[in-house]
Each structure stands twice: as structure tokens, then as C-alpha cells.
């Protein structure tokens, strides 16, 4: 229920060629025939993955009055995991051993090498009948909704681990493939939408503190695929963080709304050579610190910050990372309950629904003022004059901390290098 109650954490998914767009019985079939506990087959890590009906961890029916909010597709992947406890294991084994060669002490003298084997073989045999039985397993949900306007699936996980269960399970239940929308992605299909793909594709990374002795193509996090330009999450915060503070916090998106923007709480900061590590400050506005200050100035880039989003009326408080462009503790506008809201015969207020669908909404609104801010970005970064823009970000970052009082209390984290 995360996407319907509380604060909100994702990352997003899109499905490649276009999702499904009836969401009628047929769908709900394929997926209860993927729902958790289907496959009998466990696999070699011992853990199980299958679809559940969103409600809760044990909910495992599907309908469409429940499933399906809007154009949506609300349910749920379940994650079994049954891993008995090494000591456990380790402790059965001396069990058996023991209680064998007590057994051969009698018949001559033991042969330890076949005793400690047969030791082991019966340990894994309690082990395994335990584990049929149920014992061990570690069940945990996540909630997930199908956007099919927009053939978008958000996930309320953002661990690489979940996503691993979940891509394959996508696959073989709509026979469709999901795509990770990063900064990278996002930015060759805003490109691609406004025809300015050559422009892209001719991207360089923008080193605004050059490293004293050599440069690099891109930050070391984002090495193992450049081309992917995930870098330009990089670029975005660091982009976003001189506009706010040199010229506007608000912005004018493309559809000519305005966004109000502020860096708030936390902004945690790395070295792109891996040579200074990591900083991490938490505080009301951690951009207007002087800590915030002398770690761009040194070369480091920011990878997540915090930040309040006003857009449409709607005002949105959330925590995201540069790259994967993931959004986690987001504090969504609250709803408020319709008092004239008709019953059903049961008495419950039908208004949950509506609730519900309110909800679904404005995830999608602040996902999309969130892309809109970085289509903002894209416009100037793939303008003939951005190289005048870039001085102008390395000049900022030279001139120094500047008027430093009345700021916020802060908390600065530091972590050792490498970590």
C-alpha cells in the first residue's frame, strides 16, 4: 500500500514496446498464473518471487475493482526468501557427528573422513525438510503500480537486488521487457521527442572543476557504461543548485507552468575520482552552507539531494538521486476526505477510492514536474551556448563561499574515502 498511504519511494520502469492497454480479466489471468507460490521450483539462492494482490503480504486475489485504479494497474511483487541460520546448519552437523561416531566407536575404530561427510548429507536433510515445512522464510512486499497511459511502471523499491526478481517476472508474465528511465534515458527520449538526438549523442561530460592532474570522461560511478550519460543527473543537481541561487528558484517548464524549487535537508556530495570520498550534510537548506561550498569547489558532485517542488498548486517534498533519478520519502499533498461522499450498501465511504486514484495522481503529477525540471536543464545544456553557461557554473564555484550568516544549524556526515 505504499503508493496509496504514506510516503513514497520509487524507481521507474519503462515498458519497452508499450505496455498492456485493456485491463480487463485476460490481463489479471496472466497474472495470477505468475502470482507467489506458483513456481514449485526453488531456485539455487532459495529464494521465490511471484505477484501479490497489493492489499497486504498475503493477499494473493486478483480483481479488477481492487487491481485497477484509473488507468492504472495496482498490485504488488512478493519477495520469499528461506535461508535457515549457518549456525543452525553447523550445529546439526555436530548433532549427526556426534551421534555417529558414538554409533561406530563401537564397531573398531571411526572413520572421521565418511562420519563428518555422512554428518553433513543428514544436517542438509533436516534443513530441507524444515524448509518444506515453511520454516525460515523471510517475506517481504512491494507495492507497485502500471501506468499504461504512459507505459510506466513505478516500483517502491530501488534496490538493484528487487529489480533483478522483478525484470525477469515482468517478462514472463506481459512478455514485455522493462527499461530503467535514469537520467541517462530520460535525456535520449526528451531528445529524441524535441529532435535533437545528434545534439546528445555529440555530449561531452562537463567537468566544471577539472582534475589538477587529468581529466576524466565521466564521474568513476558511471564508467561501466558512459554512453548511457547518466552523468547528466550529475550535472542536473549541480546545474540546478546555481539557478536557485544566482538566479531564480522558480522555472519555466515546458509546458509554460512555473516550478518553484528549493534544496532542502540533505545533499550528499562524492568525488567523481574517488580520491576524497564522500560528504554527506543534513540541514534546513544544506546548499547555502559553507561545507556544501567547499566540497563543489574541491571537485566533488552531488548524487542525491533533498528538495520541495511547488507546481500546479501542488507542493511535493522528496529525496532524489542524480543518476537513476530514484525518489525516495516523498511527502505527497494530503487528501482530503469528502464528506458528501456517497456510501456503498455496506456503509464504507466510496470515497477510499477516490482517495486512492487522488493519490496515483499525484505521484504521476510530481514524476512528471520532476522530469520537467530536468527537460528544463536539457534545454540549456543542449544549447550552442552552453560552454558560456559552464564558465559561468566554474567562475560561481571559484568565487568562494560567500555572504555566509543567519544559516541553518547543520549536521555535516563525512565518510572515509573509498567507502
Not at 519497452?16 to 480479466?25: F, I, T, V
Not at 497474472?31 to 511471484?50: F, M, N, V
Not at 522464510?137 to 522483478?166: M, N
Not at 525540471?373 to 560567500?402: E, Q, S
Request: aromatic share 8%; glycine share 6%; hydrophobic share 35%.
Amino acid at each position: 500500500m505504499a503508493f496509496l498511504n504514506g510516503s513514497v519511494s520509487y524507481a521507474r520502469f519503462r515498458v519497452h514496446g508499450g505496455g498492456p492497454k485493456r485491463l480487463d480479466e485476460h490481463l489479471l489471468d496472466k497474472i495470477r498464473e505468475h502470482r507467489i507460490g506458483s513456481d514449485k521450483i526453488l531456485r539455487s539462492d532459495l529464494e521465490e518471487s511471484g505477484w501479490i494482490g497489493g492489499r497486504h503480504l498475503l493477499d494473493v486475489e486478483f480483481d479488477l475493482e481492487k487491481n485497477v485504479l484509473l488507468d492504472c494497474l495496482h498490485f504488488g511483487l512478493r519477495i520469499d526468501a528461506h535461508k535457515p541460520p549457518p549456525d543452525l546448519l553447523r550445529a546439526y552437523e555436530q548433532q549427526e557427528f556426534d551421534a555417529l561416531l558414538k554409533e561406530a566407536s563401537g564397531h573398531g575404530t571411526p572413520k572421521f573422513s565418511r562420519i563428518k561427510k555422512e554428518a553433513r548429507e543428514a544436517a542438509k536433510g533436516r534443513i530441507e525438510s524444515e524448509l518444506k515445512e515453511g520454516r525460515y522464510r523471510k517475506q517481504r512486499q512491494f507495492p507497485l503500480f502500471l501506468d499504461t497511459q504512459r507505459d510506466i511502471l513505478y516500483v517502491s523499491a530501488t534496490t538493484p537486488s528487487v529489480h533483478e526478481r522483478l525484470l525477469p517476472l515482468f517478462k514472463n508474465t506481459f512478455g514485455k521487457r522493462l527499461e530503467p528511465l535514469t537520467a541517462g534515458s530520460l535525456a535520449i527520449a526528451w531528445a529524441d521527442h524535441h529532435n535533437q538526438s545528434r545534439q546528445l549523442e555529440n555530449l561531452e561530460y562537463a567537468a566544471f572543476i577539472p582534475h589538477p592532474e587529468n581529466g576524466l570522461d565521466s564521474p568513476y560511478w558511471t564508467s561501466h557504461d558512459p554512453a548511457a550519460r547518466d552523468w547528466l543527473g550529475n550535472e542536473f543537481l549541480l546545474w540546478l543548485w546555481y539557478t536557485l541561487e544566482e538566479e531564480s528558484d522558480t522555472l519555466e517548464m515546458e509546458d509554460n507552468s512555473d516550478a518553484a524549487v528549493m534544496i532542502v535537508k540533505q545533499l550528499a556530495l562524492e568525488c567523481p575520482w574517488a580520491e576524497t570520498g564522500k560528504e554527506t550534510i543534513t540541514c534546513d537548506g544544506p546548499s547555502r552552507l559553507p561545507e556544501s561550498r567547499r566540497a563543489i569547489q574541491s571537485g566533488k558532485l552531488p548524487r542525491k539531494a533533498g528538495m520541495m517542488l511547488s507546481r500546479h498548486g501542488q507542493q511535493y517534498e522528496f529525496t532524489m538521486q542524480a543518476e537513476t533519478f530514484n525518489i525516495s520519502g516523498a511527502a505527497l499533498p494530503k487528501v482530503e476526505r469528502d464528506e458528501d461522499a456517497p456510501t456503498n450498501g455496506d456503509g464504507a465511504v466510496d470515497n477510499i477510492r477516490v482517495r486512492h486514484e487522488e493519490r496515483l495522481e499525484q505521484i504521476r503529477h510530481m514524476a512528471e514536474s520532476v522530469d520537467m525540471l530536468f527537460g528544463a536543464f536539457l534545454t540549456r545544456r543542449l544549447r550552442a551556448d552552453w560552454n558560456k553557461t559552464r564558465d559561468t557554473i566554474r567562475a560561481w564555484l571559484r568565487a568562494g563561499a560567500g555572504d555566509q550568516r543567519n544559516l541553518p544549524e547543520t549536521t555535516p556526515v563525512r565518510e572515509p574515502i573509498g567507502v
